[in-house]
T-cell receptor
């Protein structure tokens, strides 16, 4: 079946502009994660959605970052007033669920490369 | 909070040889998962292998195996019979089993090159 998709693949924006990144999870996956990967670094957790529960926003680096998810479908990550330090690859992952002791593999999308000039 | 450390930024291996990638982590938890992910230039994260902390037996997946030392908090990946397609960034990751968020905590990664 279809995997996790993200759009756009690449985005170049000017400093101070707002950007919206989109993630389409695998159908039926209730858990959705956003991660940020700066150049030469590992992935940093940003935000987590699980079904209709309140999202875990503990990884968002500033109030310029926000994310929404409609039910168990599409999620958008919005970065307002972009700064050069926001330049990174933004990866989305989804899994069947995110809770409990069971093992639930996270399936990753190809990411959006954001460049702030 | 848990941390994952990959101290080697780059490694190189001859095709058909064996290479070991190192990873250490810090946690106060007794049960957790550990993972190795591969990220080729396409950016797609691919799960290579996982290890449940409560299992003493080291996980294996074809040419990939781990050396899990729980007391030492060490989790290395061994790639046998290296192939050109193994060239990529490799990330070690940790997942807690407590709390409602099963986010992954990643190391900084290691770039593996394979010489023909």
């Amino acid at each position: 079946g279809a995997g996790v998709s993200q759009s756009p693949s690449n985005k170049v924006t000017e400093k101070g502009k707002d950007v919206e990144l989109r993630c389409d999870p695998i159908s039926g996956h209730t858990a959705l994660y956003w991660y940020r990967q700066r150049l030469g670094q590992g992935l940093e957790f940003l935000i987590y959605f699980q079904g209709n529960s309140a999202p875990d926003k503990s990884g968002l680096p500033s109030d310029r970052f926000s994310a929404e998810r409609t039910g168990e479908s599409v999620s958008t990550l919005t970065i307002q007033r972009t700064q050069q330090e926001d330049s990174a690859v933004y990866l989305c992952a989804s899994s069947v669920t995110g809770t409990g002791w069971g093992y639930y593999e996270q399936y990753f999308g190809p990411g959006t490369r954001l460049t702030v000039t | 909070a848990q941390t994952v450390t990959q101290s080697q930024p780059e490694m190189s291996v001859q095709e058909a040889e064996t290479v070991t990638l190192s990873c250490t982590y810090d946690t106060s938890e007794s049960d957790y998962y550990l993972f190795w992910y591969k990220q080729p230039p396409s950016r797609q994260m691919i799960l290579v292998i996982r290890q449940e902390a409560y299992k003493q037996q080291n996980a294996t997946e074809n040419r990939f195996s781990v050396n899990f030392q729980k007391a030492a908090k060490s989790f290395s990946l061994k790639i046998s019979d290296s192939q050109l397609g193994d060239a990529a960034m490799y990330f070690c990751a940790y997942r807690s089993l407590t709390g409602a968020n099963s986010k992954l905590t990643f190391g900084k990664g290691i770039t593996l090159s394979v010489r023909p």
